[in-house]
């Protein structure tokens, strides 16, 4: 169940053109998982925001939990047959407004290869085009709430020629406010609950932005991306690796400060070469990327 991104980054050494490869692990925000820690991870309603400084709205005081439930999830990883269909049962409080049923199934690659119900009603399951036998993850999301009591999700295979490849592979079911209790807008910042193996809930930054929470969402949240960039600048030297002239355009800038004995000199500030007497000199340079907000241990500073 566990899910790594891997960051390749290749940097290349312009004296040995020897390329280097960093793989950087992060940690999940899916639920029903247990490596919950890091830049997008926050367990403590009573410490600071790990993420402060993304959320939408900037006051601290009005950073809140997002109003979520999980009334079940299943890892069943079963293969699926014509004679019974596979079916869970799951109770509802009937207190929330909306409805998603998220699931992931694998061997089939035809609408008509399988059916998917929540009490009896077809969720109008359609395999992602040019899918094959691979695993995909579907979603559907359902206006209303689910009625106080209990309901029941099932898989049924339609086409008994694709066993034994069909396979059910997980499922699970989350209700949530409406829109004023759970925002769930692309690029809303917020403290979302995360549904671990045993129900606890520690908090994510974004609803869906992030692939640390969905596999079929192309980029990291902006935490993510920051983080990503600290632990990076852990191993990478600012001095080896920018180029001025290529990064100017992308909301990058770096300020290069010389000093002598420890005094500044004006006109070599942003220079990258300077003809220089005797004397120590000590040379900065300070890297500003927008994507990195907060900096504590200076890594962007060489
Ligand atoms: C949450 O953080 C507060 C303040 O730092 C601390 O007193 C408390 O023990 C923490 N709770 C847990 C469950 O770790
Ligand atoms: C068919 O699938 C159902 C649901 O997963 C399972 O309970 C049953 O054992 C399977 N039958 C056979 C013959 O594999
Ligand atoms: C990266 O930096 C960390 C912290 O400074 C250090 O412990 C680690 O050995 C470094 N790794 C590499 C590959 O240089
Ligand atoms: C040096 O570069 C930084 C970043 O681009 C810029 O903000 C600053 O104004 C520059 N300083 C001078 C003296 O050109």
């Given at each position: 169940?566990?899910?790594?991104?891997?960051?390749?980054?290749?940097?290349?050494?312009?004296?040995?053109?020897?390329?280097?490869?960093?793989?950087?692990?992060?940690?999940?925000?899916?639920d029903g998982g247990?490596?919950?820690?890091?830049?997008?991870?926050?367990?403590?309603?009573?410490?600071?925001?790990?993420?402060?400084?993304?959320?939408?709205?900037?006051?601290?005081?009005?950073?809140?939990?997002?109003?979520?439930?999980?009334?079940?999830q299943?890892y069943?990883?079963?293969?699926?047959?014509?004679?019974?269909?596979?079916?869970?049962?799951?109770?509802?409080?009937?207190?929330?407004?909306?409805?998603?049923?998220?699931?992931?199934?694998?061997?089939?690659?035809?609408?008509?290869?399988?059916?998917?119900?929540?009490?009896?009603?077809?969720?109008?399951?359609?395999?992602?085009?040019?899918?094959?036998?691979?695993?995909?993850?579907?979603?559907?999301?359902?206006?209303?709430?689910?009625?106080?009591?209990?309901?029941?999700?099932?898989?049924?295979?339609?086409?008994?020629?694709?066993?034994?490849?069909?396979?059910?592979?997980?499922?699970?079911?989350?209700?949530?406010?409406?829109?004023?209790?759970?925002?769930?807008?692309?690029?809303?910042?917020?403290?979302?609950?995360?549904?671990?193996l045993?129900?606890?809930?520690?908090?994510?930054?974004?609803?869906?932005?992030?692939?640390?929470?969905?596999?079929?969402?192309?980029?990291?949240?902006?935490?993510?991306?920051?983080?990503?960039?600290?632990?990076?600048?852990?191993?990478?030297?600012?001095?080896?690796?920018?180029?001025?002239?290529?990064?100017?355009?992308?909301?990058?800038?770096?300020?290069?400060?010389?000093?002598?004995?420890?005094?500044?000199?004006?006109?070599?500030?942003?220079?990258?070469?300077?003809?220089?007497?005797?004397?120590?000199?000590?040379?900065?340079?300070?890297?500003?990327?927008?994507?990195?907000?907060?900096?504590?241990?200076?890594?962007?500073?060489?």
């Amino acid at each position: 169940m566990r899910k790594f991104a891997v960051i390749n980054v290749a940097a290349i050494d312009q004296s040995t053109n020897d390329v280097s490869i960093l793989f950087i692990f992060s940690p999940q925000e899916y639920d029903g998982g247990y490596a919950y820690f890091g830049p997008n991870s926050y367990n403590n309603l009573s410490k600071a925001v790990p993420w402060a400084q993304w959320l939408t709205d900037p006051d601290p005081t009005h950073a809140r939990v997002e109003r979520a439930v999980m009334p079940m999830q299943a890892y069943a990883w079963t293969l699926l047959n014509t004679s019974t269909p596979w079916s869970v049962k799951f109770d509802s409080s009937g207190a929330y407004a909306r409805h998603l049923v998220r699931f992931s199934v694998s061997g089939l690659p035809e609408a008509a290869d399988l059916r998917v119900e929540l009490d009896g009603e077809d969720l109008g399951w359609t395999p992602r085009a040019d899918i094959g036998l691979d695993r995909y993850h579907y979603d559907v999301h359902r206006d209303g709430g689910l009625s106080a009591g209990e309901h029941t999700l099932s898989f049924t295979l339609l086409n008994g020629a694709r066993e034994p490849a069909a396979q059910m592979c997980s499922a699970e079911v989350l209700e949530f406010g409406d829109e004023s209790e759970f925002v769930a807008t692309p690029g809303h910042y917020s403290l979302y609950p995360t549904f671990s193996l045993d129900n606890q809930t520690p908090y994510r930054p974004t609803n869906e932005d992030c692939l640390m929470r969905q596999v079929t969402t192309p980029n990291f949240c902006k935490a993510c991306i920051e983080g990503l960039w600290l632990a990076l600048l852990r191993n990478v030297s600012l001095i080896d690796d920018i180029d001025a002239s290529s990064v100017a355009d992308l909301g990058e800038s770096y300020t290069v400060t010389w000093r002598k004995d420890g005094q500044a000199i004006d006109k070599f500030t942003n220079s990258t070469e300077g003809e220089v007497g005797s004397g120590q000199y000590a040379i900065e340079v300070q890297y500003a990327t927008n994507e990195v907000r907060v900096d504590r241990d200076d890594r962007l500073k060489a």
